[in-house]
T-cell receptor, first 110, second 115 residues
């Protein structure tokens, strides 16, 4: 079967760095997504990792280890607007479907 | 370019009724996926369509069905509504451009309440 685990909630301080972890078990792994979702809004695409390693995109970076079934999203220089849910999702090869984790609610405090 | 649009945005139905939701993808996008989002279960994959063909479906009962038209617009239908079907229904489209077909763009969703 497929399983994706990520922490339910995290709290961090404005200006700090936070790492949101995601572990997964899936057959036919193709790639791993991270999405951001503000309350009452649709998810927005942040990153997609296919190969092992770190990919940096501005204040956000995403890391993948396929052998460990592990990924993390790193947010630097946190801003209040980063308070949102962060969804880890896995796409399966040939399946044309994406399985989402339950999401991590991040609270950024002043 | 206009984003993904979904209609209606809000809907209230009674148990036993049926409902049809509509999704118009970004112009040029041919893949449309549907998801159900609830506080308890998170985002769950319903099905994915490409060029009018369903390529995959999630683990939902047969009451949930969908289709895609030649202009890539998609509809999903839920028959014999149950209270547990109350959720936000999201659709997402992706570009056929090679190397970017993984990047899904979500619509604002349809909030369905079943009473």
């Amino acid at each position: 079967g497929q399983n994706i685990d990520q922490p339910t909630e995290m709290t961090a301080t404005e200006g700090a760095i936070v790492q949101i972890n995601c572990t997964y078990q899936t057959s036919g792994f193709n790639g791993l997504f991270w999405y951001q979702q503000h309350a009452g809004e649709a998810p927005t695409f942040l990153s997609y990792n296919v190969l092992d390693g770190l990919e940096e995109k501005g204040r956000f970076s995403s890391f993948l280890s396929r052998s460990k079934g592990y990924s993390y999203l790193l947010l630097k220089e946190l801003q209040m607007k980063d308070s949102a849910s962060y969804l880890c999702a896995v796409s399966s090869t040939g399946g044309f479907k994406t399985i989402f984790g339950a999401g991590t609610r991040l609270f950024v405090k002043a | 370019k206009a984003g993904v649009t979904q209609t209606p945005r809000y809907l209230i139905k009674t148990r036993g009724q049926q409902v049809t939701l509509s999704c118009s993808p970004i112009s040029g996008h041919r893949s449309v996926s549907w998801y159900q989002q609830t506080p308890g279960q998170g985002l769950q994959f319903l099905f994915e369509y490409f060029s009018e063909t369903q390529r995959n479906k999630g683990n939902f009962p047969g009451r949930f069905s969908g289709r895609q038209f030649s202009n890539s617009r998609s509809e999903m239908n839920v028959s014999t509504l149950e209270l547990g079907d109350s959720a936000l229904y999201l659709c997402a489209s992706s570009s056929p451009e090679q190397g970017r077909d993984y990047e899904q763009y979500f619509g604002p969703g349809t909030r369905l309440t079943v009473t």
